[in-house]
């Protein structure tokens, strides 16, 4: 049985921890969150984005991550990531979906407002909680695309909070989508991650903030790949955020170099192999070193 978003994060926020909430796409990559996870007992967020489902289909990805809660003892849940087309949104919280996010951060206030208090009334209905986001995060992830950065603004973020009812909040601190996240220095701003905690007490969300770890992109690049300039957020910042309140931390683009590095390994050192079970191994394998990076860093080891 899935795990109810909103209880895991509240534990964490409770505890000073952050989860991770990792998409997925397909088996092998589901297959790798959880060994992961399993190795080092702890909870996580397996998450869909429209993307994902437009490639495997909602139906097949939701049926993958409750599978993989059937058969573990860990707790996992499910979460619609960036969710935009309300059809979809309906879909995921009548499948059984544990939370969805509405992302109408590119809207004006208001209207992000209204459509966010549309989905958590119908979601609530159905006991799935909902993911807002208030400011917006620059680079490309999917369908998600945005030149600019727009920091979340404290008394505003208050203000959302209160009127949608919404149950976490996704906030703009200098994060953004893709490998390319910074030119020059990364720097996350703290100290107004630290003004949006004490206005807003429900648990916080980071997206946008995959590590890019070196050892990926050089195996990566050794056999091909051309990721110059990829930069991502610094385990350091990463652990800050965490102590000013982020409880979930989203990570894709990771997984993605970690699942390229593998496939390249093998197809250009094995060019003789054709079985896609010894070409997509290595790459859930990747995935699984990854995630447990990822885990260490959240603090989210042993808190099954």
């Known amino acids: 049985m899935l795990a ?7 534990k964490a926020q409770k505890q000073h921890y952050a989860i991770g909430h990792f998409n997925i796409n397909n088996m092998e990559i589901v297959q790798g969150i959880i060994q992961a996870a399993n190795s080092l007992h702890s909870p996580i967020i397996l998450a869909t984005s429209e993307g994902s489902i437009q490639y495997a289909g909602i139906d097949f990805l939701y049926n993958l991550a409750n599978t993989a809660s059937n058969i573990t003892k860990i707790p996992i849940a499910l979460h619609l990531d960036h969710g935009k087309d309300m059809n979809i949104i309906t879909h995921a919280i009548k499948l059984g979906y ?39 995060i620059g680079g490309v992830e ?45 720097k996350l701003h703290q100290e107004l991650l630290k003004k949006i905690k004490q206005q807003v007490k429900i648990p916080l969300v980071l997206h946008g903030a995959s590590g890019v770890p070196k050892f990926i992109t050089v195996q990566a690049e050794k056999y091909g790949a051309k990721l110059s300039g990829v930069h991502g957020v610094p385990d350091s910042q990463i652990k800050q955020a965490i102590k000013n309140g982020i409880c979930k931390i989203n990570t894709d ?52």
């Open 142 to 186: 999917d369908s998600i695309k945005s030149r600019n950065i727009l920091y979340t603004d404290p008394t505003k973020a208050q203000e959302f909070v209160q009127q949608t009812d919404c149950d976490f909040l996704a906030v703009a601190i200098g994060t953004s989508h893709g490998a390319y996240k910074f030119q020059g220095q990364a």
């Open 4 to 10: 109810n978003t909103k209880d895991l994060l509240k």
């Open 253 to 304: 683009t990771d997984l993605r170099l970690a699942f390229d590095a593998g496939v390249r390994k093998i197809i250009k050192t094995n060019p003789q192999e054709f079985d896609p079970r010894h070409i997509l191994s290595p790459a859930r394998d990747m995935i699984q070193k990854v995630v447990e990076k990822r885990i260490k860093t959240f603090g989210s080891n042993n808190k099954a």
């Open 98 to 136: 544990s939370s969805v996010m509405i992302d109408a951060s590119h809207e004006k206030f208001e209207k992000n407002i209204h459509l966010t208090k549309k989905v958590v009334q119908l979601a609530h209905k159905h006991n799935v909680s909902v993911e807002a986001e208030l400011g917006t």
